[in-house]
């Protein structure tokens, strides 16, 4: 395994305990320590095989800003969590969050916080599938089944990698086609629902494709229509906008929802009074391929076919019968046309 290094990383967010820093803001620095496997990168001389640390840096920033948190443990952590969420050939980061201006009665340099996470001990809520409206809970999946796709083994992976950097000639060429060969062999289809109730939100769902984009190993596909829809349990809120849109990605169906889950972080989203409302809501419905039923994820996204704000944008991009057949089912009385439309990125 190699090593990224991203030292001295300043900007200015609104993090503290006291009420003056999040209102006036301060400068933190960070350094990040970036671990993974570069061997294609540097035998390809491809930006695709490697991690881009301008793209991190962004991801940096969007996390810093995004939110203001109490403390910079929890800040630091919500950093780590977005890097490996968005970057899979992360395994391991580590960071080092400095607060050089921090409110304290004395002469210093900085105080800081450094934690390391690694990707296979990153944790996943439990339940972390379910709204905090509770409206779909965690049951036995139903719904069609289909058959998973074999991947190419990684030990078939490791070898042909080697014998296609073996000519000296033709080392480049074969290296890249073989990076796309299996990037094409794992591409998968998914369908993420989308919904948001606070501020701008046909805004936030606009953003929240945007950023999904950016992450590698997913490419936005179809997009359904925005439907307008009245909220569930906790009434004295805004109506929600939601829709679906399907995406093809080489991340695994838990990668995928740690990106969904690290978009959400990016854009501020606060988990607070139960079904209140939420600047965004990202949930994995459907993962071509994949049933499963764990802590962690369930799929396809528990009791959706009971719910008309999940169905009808679905049912614009998949015209499964089941679904379909779903949507015939369920009460749409409270499910319009919001009016506004999701932009392709």
Known sequence: ????????????????????????????ILDITLTADLSAAMATDDLA?????????????????????????????????????????VERVEICLKKPDAPMNAVFDYVAV?????????????????????????????????EAEEALPEDDQDREME????????????????????????????????????????????????ALASIPGIRIGALSRVYETKPVGYARQENFYNAVIRVDTTLTPRALLGACLGVEAGMGRLRGRKNGPRVIDLDLLLYEGKVCQSEELTLPHPRMEERAFV???????????????????????????????????
Not at 12 to 26: L, R
Not at 76 to 83: E, G, K, N, R, S
Not at 315 to 331: A, M
């Open 1 to 28: 395994m190699e090593k990224i290094y991203i030292k001295g990383l300043e900007i200015f967010a609104f993090h503290g305990v006291n009420p003056e820093e999040k209102e006036n803001g301060q400068k933190f």
């Open 163 to 210: 014998e296609a950097a073996a000519g000296d000639d033709s080392a480049l060429g074969k290296g890249k086609q073989l990076l796309r060969k299996l990037a094409g062999s794992r591409t998968q289809r998914a369908y993420i629902a989308l919904g948001s109730n606070m501020g701008d939100r046909g805004e936030n769902l606009n953003r929240a494709v945007w």
């Open 49 to 89: 095989c490697t991690v881009n640390y301008a793209a991190v840096r962004k991801t940096v920033q969007r996390v810093m800003t995004g939110a203001k948190y109490n403390l910079i443990e929890h800040t630091a952590a919500a950093v780590a969590d977005a890097i490996l969420a968005e970057y899979g050939r």
């Open 311 to 345: 169905l009808s944008p679905l049912c614009d991009i998949l015209q499964d019968p089941y679904y379909l057949g779903c949507l015939k089912r369920v009460d749409r009385s409270g499910v319009k046309s919001a009016g506004v439309s999701l932009i392709k990125p």
């Open 114 to 146: 450094e934690i390391a996470r690694d990707r296979r001990d990153t944790p996943v809520p439990q339940g972390g599938q379910v709204p905090e409206d509770g409206s779909l809970n965690q049951s036995p999946a139903s719904g069609p089944a289909p």
